[in-house]
């Protein structure tokens, strides 16, 4: 089993940064992500990252703004977003597998309970 708990969401204005970390416990996992979900949308891929940090995929709309990054040693991966924009307001979820393969898709074994970010234009 894995807990996953997100942290780091608030309110910020157009233009702000973000970090959101996402803290893993239990047994040793693979893959994270993070996903998204706006108000009466669904929930969307944002970004993911293998164990080792050498692959990491983004959305088209978060490349060159969001920065995905993980410490093993910490058991914590983070989220770096950078001018942020009305449109990434949503629930912001991470993700972790078990697979080593890292995906796009919502397959993940494990989910946090999400945090909150919302942008203010």
């Known amino acids: 089993q894995v807990h996953l708990l997100e942290s780091g969401g608030g309110l910020v204005q157009a233009g702000g940064s973000l970090r959101l970390s996402c803290a893993a416990s239990?047994?040793?996992?693979?893959?994270m992500g993070w996903f998204r979900q706006a108000p009466g949308k669904e929930s969307e891929f944002v970004a993911a990252?293998?164990?080792?940090?050498?692959?990491?995929y983004y959305d088209d709309s978060v490349k060159g703004r969001f920065t995905i990054s993980r410490d093993n040693a910490e058991n914590t991966m983070y989220l770096q977003m950078n001018s942020l924009k009305p449109e990434d307001t949503a629930v912001y979820y991470c993700?972790?597998?078990?697979?080593?393969?890292?995906?796009?898709?919502?397959?993940?074994?494990?989910w946090g309970q999400g945090t909150q970010v919302t942008v203010s234009s």
């Open positions: 993700a972790a597998r078990i697979s080593a393969t890292v995906t796009r898709e919502k397959n993940y074994d494990y």
């Open positions: 239990g047994r040793s996992t693979y893959a």
């Open positions: 990252i293998s164990r080792g940090g050498g692959i990491r």
